[in-house]
């Protein structure tokens, strides 16, 4: 026997832990544990720690001598990526947006989805459900309620598809909520869209400085968001709230989770994204973004936060789980598509399409080089990565930032795993 890789020994309030990133296992230990651990190679004389091993064994703590921890996550990468038991459409029914922010990333057209490209889509879906993989669309845009009639139609057309075939249909949507009201939540039920994401960026005034209507002089979006997102939940649709964070408005997320109590959306799974300054169409916004570990750190006190506030479906502590492929860019059946048809893998490519890797129109003829660059975008490939014991929740970051950079976008668990994991003791070790 022998030691993971990837155990990390930590002390906490006079108690020593052992977290494993492999496993993802975290444990109190003591002496006998440390013991062990650093004598592996003797463990078949400890006959008296039968349980203990088994324990670190099932932890992973302890692997076999020829057990190869790298080679077995370039396995699980490798399957990860080309695993295609579940078609993932990520479609765009149009980028056409009633919202200007300032650091949206989508190149804004009026062009709505065509029936040719509605009909490849469906080709599309029917063959993957004949060889029995499930169908998974998310609706995105620009914002996609412009073109919800679209977006029904279609929807009915994909349950039928895969009812025909005795394949499951999931469904979500990407919505800014504004044009939301009774009966698109009604047509969203209908349709399966049974989760729904809707950015809000913090207390009304922040909100609406950041989140405005396009050629209006309405004071605001704020009000009418947080009142759809009230119809969307009394009806059981499942909302995530996304609270975009930067350097002008973290300072005011509790008082924005005090508004969502206030309106009795405790329920609601509050999720915090990096603003970045890659994923922005306007540079002058740069300043006001965190870097990774500034964030890293911003996130574990949000975290706290939300505990506190007692937000109901919002896991806490924010805890790792460990990857096999990092997203939907390096998954070999994972496609985004825009209204013209053209297919990304990345959401931060769609609507640009010098970064397309094909066109659904194209007869099969979908993958060119950028394809294969993010499918085989490797952290393998990287020394500083091999030897990272945080490897297996991280696989190297966004392949996006990844190629672009030409090395590893570390995941900000690179900065923050032991705040994460001594708040996760005292939730459940009562340290």
């Not at 496993?23 to 544990?33: Q, R, V």
Request: with cysteine; net charge positive.
């Amino acid at each position: 026997m022998k030691a993971s890789r990837y155990n990390i020994i930590f002390e906490h309030n006079n108690k020593k832990f052992a977290f494993n990133a492999f496993s993802c296992a975290l444990a109190e230990i003591d002496k006998d544990f440390l013991r062990i651990l650093n004598n592996c190679k003797k463990i078949d004389s400890y006959s008296k720690d039968s349980e203990l091993i088994k324990n670190m064994k099932e932890g992973q703590y302890i692997v076999e001598d020829d057990f190869d921890e790298i080679e077995h996550l370039k396995m699980v990468n490798f399957f990860g990526k080309f695993n295609n038991r579940r078609l993932g459409l990520v479609i765009a029914p149009t980028l056409n947006c009633n919202f200007a922010c300032p650091y949206c990333f989508e190149r804004l057209s009026t062009e709505m989805i065509s029936a040719e490209v509605q009909n490849a889509l469906f080709n599309l879906a029917e063959n993957a459900a004949k060889g029995k993989s499930d169908v998974n669309v998310i609706w995105y845009g620009g914002e996609p309620l412009i073109a919800k009639e679209i977006i029904f139609n279609m929807s009915e057309k994909f349950i039928n598809i895969c009812r025909k075939y005795g394949v499951n249909y999931n469904a979500s949507i990407v919505t800014n909520g504004y044009l939301i009201d009774d009966s698109v939540v009604e047509s969203m039920i209908k349709a399966r869209i049974q989760f729904a994401q809707v950015t809000i960026d913090g207390p009304e005034d922040i909100h609406n400085s950041r989140r405005k209507l396009r050629a209006s002089n309405e004071s605001g979006t704020f009000n009418k968001i947080i009142k759809n997102v009230k119809k969307m939940t009394t009806k059981n649709v499942n909302v995530s709230i996304r609270v975009n964070i930067d350097k002008t408005n973290s300072s005011r997320v509790e008082e924005f989770l005090d508004v969502l109590k206030a309106n009795h959306l405790e329920k609601c799974n509050v999720n915090f994204g990096h603003v970045r300054p890659y994923t922005s169409a306007c540079s002058s916004i740069t300043s006001t973004c965190f870097d990774t570990k500034e964030y890293a750190n911003m996130d574990v006190k949000l975290q706290s936060m939300l505990n506190l506030k007692k937000f109901e479906l919002s896991s806490y502590p924010y805890y790792p789980s460990a990857k096999a492929n990092y997203c939907c860019a390096d998954s070999i059946s994972s496609f985004v598509i825009d209204p013209k048809g053209n297919m990304y893998k990345c959401w931060n490519d769609v609507g640009n399409a010098s970064r397309k890797i094909g066109n659904v129109l194209g007869k099969g003829e979908y993958f060119n080089l950028l394809h294969t660059q993010y499918m085989f975008w490797s952290p393998f490939e990287f020394e500083e990565c091999k030897k990272c014991n945080v490897l297996p929740i991280c696989m190297g970051g966004c392949p996006y930032e990844g190629l672009k950079q030409g090395k590893p976008d570390c995941e900000k668990w690179r900065y923050n795993l032991m705040d994460v994991l001594k708040n996760k003791c005292e939730q459940e070790v009562n340290v």
